[in-house]
């Protein structure tokens, strides 16, 4: 099914600049029955996306993050083709005046990513991939590289409140790397990683539309990624997956064979 890319594009953009930044510093927030935070912010943006994608390609199902997860596994189990939104990722840090977050949306064919978009409209910055094409930033190709590092003198960013308690104590403890980031945003963590901004990555659990796009971004950019336990990341399932990444194939297998050493102790 054709879709416009330029369109996506712009669509994320224009709503990220009118509904997101206009209320960042400016809107409370409450508190969702999993613990996690939504704000207007998320709401209007999830409404105005979901609009103007079933106005453009009606045809397109459409699944997000603010759906309930009878919802969503209907979706995922009954459509050829599906949108992922996540209307605002890094929502405590909006929350909390941390200019760090994103709009990220991808389109899957029959269970796989075939287009993604990551948006973050404090740096206008637009990440993209299309299956077989590449990826970019802001139009311009975007290329993993090796780095000159070792595991041990890498930037390492690591989410720890979702590993095993036990990895955790390991990794503060003992790291294998140089030092540690969290940005608080999935969707931006995949994308900076494709970006060679940092070396390694680790997250104990990212739900659907926190990886989908990411991960054809990063592949296409030619970054390496599995879970914990050495499988393919994605899968058109609503159960959560562990993320390994590294943009630099060397560094990846290392931080694999820490990371599998490290789980079977």
């Not at 999830?46 to 459409?62: G, S, V, W």
């Not at 409140?161 to 140089?178: A, N, S, V």
């Not at 990624?225 to 297998?253: L, Y």
């Amino acid at each position: 099914m054709p879709v416009n890319k330029d369109f996506i594009e712009d669509l994320l953009k224009q709503v990220s600049k009118e509904e997101i930044m206009p209320r960042f510093l400016k809107t409370g927030y409450e508190i969702k029955d999993d613990g996690s935070l939504l704000t207007e912010a998320d709401l209007v943006t999830d409404r105005r996306i979901c609009t103007a994608l079933k106005k453009e390609y009606p045809d397109i199902a459409f699944l997000s993050e603010e759906m309930s997860l009878e919802e969503q596994t209907i979706l995922l189990e009954n459509h050829t083709w599906l949108w992922v939104l996540d209307p605002l990722d890094g929502t405590s840090n909006f929350a909390a005046g941390i200019p760090l977050f994103a709009t990220s949306l991808a389109l899957l064919h029959e269970g796989s990513v075939v287009m993604g978009f990551t948006y973050d409209p404090v740096r206008d910055e637009m990440f993209s991939a299309v299956k077989g094409e590449g990826a970019r930033l802001n139009g311009f190709d975007l290329k993993c590289k090796e780095s000159s590092f070792s595991l041990d003198k890498s930037i390492a960013i690591v989410d720890f409140k979702r590993l095993p308690m036990t990895l955790c104590q390991q990794l503060l403890l003992d790291p294998p790397f140089k030092s540690q980031r969290n940005l608080g945003s999935c969707v931006l963590e995949w994308a900076w990683m494709a970006s060679n901004r940092g070396h390694v990555y680790l997250h104990g659990g990212m739900k659907l539309w926190d990886l989908a796009a990411g991960t054809i971004i990063l592949s296409e950019a030619g970054g390496y990624s599995s879970t914990m336990e050495g499988e393919t990341v994605f899968r058109a399932k609503m159960q959560p997956r562990s993320v390994v990444i590294s943009p630099d194939k060397k560094i990846f297998s290392h931080w694999q064979e820490y990371l599998q050493k490290s789980l079977s102790l």
